[in-house]
């Protein structure tokens, strides 16, 4: 069999976080009842007239300057023109002449080292609604509440290869747009979904091979069974001596195979024109400065900076900016105890063994900054213990309980009564003579078992340090 390489090309619709729709006062809040949340600008009734909102046009901004591109400083809208039954006025206001954003670029790890994955544009647009399909009724149901949702296209150039290439760009493409605050990217909303463009040719070839699309994918895992399954069933064709048609597919990841839906339209099908109803766009310099000026730092400078400013491992870094709301997280919690590291420790293990357990994301953490320093406070001081601390952090995890309250109502403060502690380690050995005839012979686990014996007869509240020097100064004289 030949050898063949892959190309990729996605074109990734982002729901950008406006309250209000882009044409519309609508709201954009996600669910509600059908056609509660719209009106008859988005669902395009004779007579209405949409009017522009400024913040899609700053989210948009923000989203291609963070991305390396240019702002066309005279961009306009475009009628792209077909029928679908979600899309009542049988037209979508986009972008295609003259879009937003040109030329920018994402970063990504690879295998192979580093690599610039090109951005061609960034258009604003906005979405068509959504059809149910009943088959207890036999019938389609047409909710419009999402007309008018305002969404950006990023499309990239053709240069990914593989699907591990896929996803790096879209992890990275996501966190970026989190951090900017402009979506909030929730795949399984439809917040952010791509339409992956892919074709497959001889290695060494120059010419791309026909390319097909699958469209709004929404889940990382389902992309790269797509792209895995598209890139087989097209090589399979050319093996045999057929051609690859232009189209577009739908991925059923139930099936783990792709269907064909409809020949692949070009731009002429839609038969573009200017839209009429909205006068084109000036950016100026100050505008394009002013969103500048308000862009947030971004993960790769904050994993510098926590490396720099909290001497923290890059390793530690990573994880922690992985998820603004992590990192906020983070940030506050260290302003209030001043421990870096020792925030980082609790945010990376017990957080995260909890996240996995409950089958969370870092963004659904609910407990807040002072929670988390009053608990390390709490350790600091003595008042309890690490074993004690990590049931206390599990009930604020979970429950969000107060944690000095939680220890005061359940009596797990620490316990520093040196002369009772001395009192049952004494017990405690001579209950066990045994352990100190092992101690004697040079088996240090025995002392290992008295300190246990102890902390479970203090009910995990004594202080191990304590515990750990008085057992070893009485296994010692004895």
């Given at each position: 069999m030949k050898a063949y390489?892959?190309?990729?090309?996605?074109?990734?619709?982002?729901e950008l976080a406006t309250k209000s729709k882009i044409f519309c006062g609508c709201t954009t809040q996600f669910g509600g009842e059908p056609n509660t949340h719209c009106c008859p600008v988005c669902t395009g009734m004779p007579g209405t007239l949409p009017v522009l909102n400024k913040q899609v046009v700053e989210f948009a901004m923000a989203a291609g300057l963070a991305?390396?591109?240019?702002?066309?400083?005279?961009?306009?809208?475009?009628?792209?023109?077909?029928?679908?039954?979600?899309?009542?006025?049988?037209?979508?206001?986009?972008?295609?002449?003259?879009?937003?954003?040109?030329?920018?670029?994402?970063?990504?790890?690879?295998?192979?080292?580093?690599?610039?994955?090109?951005?061609?544009e960034i258009?604003?647009?906005?979405?068509?609604?959504?059809?149910?399909?009943?088959?207890?009724?036999?019938?389609?149901?047409?909710?419009?509440?999402?007309?008018?949702?305002?969404?950006?296209?990023?499309?990239?150039?053709?240069?990914m290869r593989?699907?591990?290439?896929?996803?790096?760009?879209?992890?990275?493409l996501r966190l970026i747009l989190q951090?900017?605050?402009?979506?909030?990217?929730?795949?399984?909303?439809?917040?952010?979904?791509?339409?992956?463009?892919?074709?497959?040719?001889?290695?060494?070839?120059?010419?791309f091979g026909t390319r097909t699309e699958m469209k709004n994918m929404n889940s990382f895992k389902a992309i790269a069974r797509a792209i895995e399954g598209e890139r087989k069933r097209q090589i399979e064709l050319l093996e045999y001596g057929k051609q690859v048609i232009q189209e577009t597919r739908r991925w059923d990841d139930n099936k783990d195979t792709s269907f064909a839906m409809r020949s692949k339209e070009d731009a002429q099908d839609y038969r573009y024109f200017p839209e009429p109803d909205l006068p084109p766009i000036e950016i100026s310099?100050?505008?394009?400065?002013?969103?500048?000026?308000?862009?947030?730092?971004?993960?790769?400078?904050?994993?510098?900076r926590y490396q720099k400013e909290f001497d923290l491992p890059a390793y530690d870094a990573s994880i922690l900016t992985a998820s603004r709301h992590l990192a906020d997280l983070f940030e506050a919690t260290v302003a209030l105890c001043s421990k870096p590291k020792e925030v980082s420790n609790w945010l990376m293990v017990e957080t995260m063994r909890l996240l996995k357990e409950m089958e969370m994301e870092a963004d659904e953490i609910r407990f807040k900054p002072?929670?988390?320093?009053?608990?390390?406070?709490?350790?600091?001081?003595?008042k309890i213990n690490r074993t004690v601390a990590k049931e206390v952090f599990e009930k604020v995890f979970k429950e969000n309980v107060n944690p000095a309250q939680y220890v005061e109502e359940k009596g797990l403060g620490m316990v520093s009564d040196d002369g009772l502690l001395r009192s049952t380690i004494e017990r405690i050995i001579s209950e066990n003579s045994q352990s100190v005839i092992d101690y004697k012979n040079g088996k240090t686990k025995a002392m290992g078992f008295l300190v246990g014996q102890t902390m479970k007869e203090m009910k995990g509240k004594a202080d191990p340090g304590r515990v750990n020097e008085i057992v070893k100064e009485l296994l010692d004289l004895a």
């Open positions: 390489e892959t190309v990729i090309g996605l074109e990734v619709h982002v991305l390396g591109c240019t702002i066309t400083q005279n961009c306009k809208f475009d009628r792209k023109n077909y029928f679908y039954p979600d899309l009542p006025k049988a037209y979508q206001i986009s972008q295609l002449y003259l879009p937003i954003c040109r030329d920018g670029g994402i970063e990504i790890e690879t295998e192979s080292g580093k690599k610039i994955v090109r951005i061609h258009h604003m647009e906005e979405d068509a609604g959504k059809l149910v399909h009943d088959p207890w009724e036999d019938c389609t149901l047409v909710d419009y509440n999402r007309c008018g949702v305002p969404l950006i296209e990023i499309v990239s150039e053709p240069d593989s699907a591990e290439e896929v996803v790096a760009y879209l992890e990275k951090y900017l605050g402009v979506s909030d990217c929730k795949m399984q909303e439809g917040s952010l979904r791509a339409d992956i463009n892919l074709s497959v040719r001889e290695v060494g070839a120059t010419e310099d100050a505008w394009i400065e002013k969103v500048k000026a308000s862009q947030p730092e971004l993960r790769d400078e904050k994993m510098l002072t929670q988390l320093a009053e608990l390390i406070e709490l350790v600091d001081s003595n």
